[in-house]
T-cell receptor
Framework: GAVVSQHPSWVICKSGTSVKIECRSL??????MFWYRQFPKQSLMLMAT?????????EQGVEKDKFLINHASLTLSTLTVTSAHPEDSSFYIC???????????FGEGSRLTVL | AQSVTQLDSHVSVSEGTPVLLRCNYS??????LFWYVQHPNKGLQLLLK??????LVKGINGFEAEFKKSETSFHLTKPSAHMSDAAEYFC????????????FGGGTRLMVKP
């Protein structure tokens, strides 16, 4: 079946540094990818919609300068958490929509811990 | 507007007994409904989906769900729980399959006792 890969799956960084998380669709092309944030024992919260070749669309309350999203190709979107702080520690999950079938697939998630 | 409510944040069953995870939705339009499972520190895996075809939907790992429009419910069931079913389950409603139109329930943590 279709696979969406996230890398890294775990990352620990110091406060003030930036962290990049990659989301790749491995066997399909995705014009649209989505980034979610999940706090412990809570549901997923949509952060932004990433469109290939154009600017991301951010949900209300999500700082676009804090969470930089780039969707440079039909198989890759990246989320960069800039100047990370402990409150940015969370589980980040991406999903990708198959351009041909319209089906949505989720990545395995990336756990960010900011010290 | 659409919303989805998972009535139980935690459900505990014994191995081999039936599982019932409840979900109610509200939607102004004919919704698509999904159940996803999430194991610890993992992404979401689709269990099953309803998209206006048969009201009883069969999914993977023996799970099934029944769409009941009159009750605005989409409860998830399994006849016999297995230890490997212990996970977090999310009921999701959408007008379409676009990720920006998904509304997630709060999740139900299923615990399976030996």
């Amino acid at each position: 079946g279709a696979v969406v890969s996230q890398h890294p799956s775990w990352v620990i960084c110091k406060s003030g540094t930036s962290v990049k998380i990659e989301c790749r669709s491995l066997d399909f092309q995705a014009t649209t990818m989505f980034w979610y944030r999940q706090f412990p024992k809570q549901s997923l919260m949509l952060m932004a919609t990433s469109n290939e070749g154009s600017k991301a669309t951010y949900e209300q309350g999500v700082e676009k300068d804090k969470f930089l999203i780039n969707h440079a190709s039909l198989t890759l979107s990246t989320l960069t958490v800039t100047s990370a702080h402990p409150e940015d520690s969370s589980f980040y999950i991406c999903s990708a929509r198959d351009r041909d079938t319209g089906e949505l697939f989720f990545g395995e998630g990336s756990r960010l811990t900011v010290l | 507007a659409q919303s989805v409510t998972q009535l139980d944040s935690h459900v505990s069953v014994s191995e081999g007994t039936p599982v019932l995870l409840r979900c109610n939705y509200s939607s102004s339009y004919s919704p698509s409904l999904f159940w996803y499972v999430q194991h610890p520190n993992k992404g979401l895996q689709l269990l099953l989906k309803y998209t206006s075809a048969a009201t009883l939907v069969k999914g993977i790992n023996g799970f099934e769900a029944e769409f009941k429009k009159s009750e605005t419910s989409f409860h998830l069931t399994k006849p016999s729980a297995h230890m490997s079913d212990a996970a977090e389950y999310f009921c999701v409603v959408s007008y379409n399959n676009a990720g920006n139109m998904l509304t997630f329930g709060g999740g139900t943590r299923l615990m399976v006792k030996p």
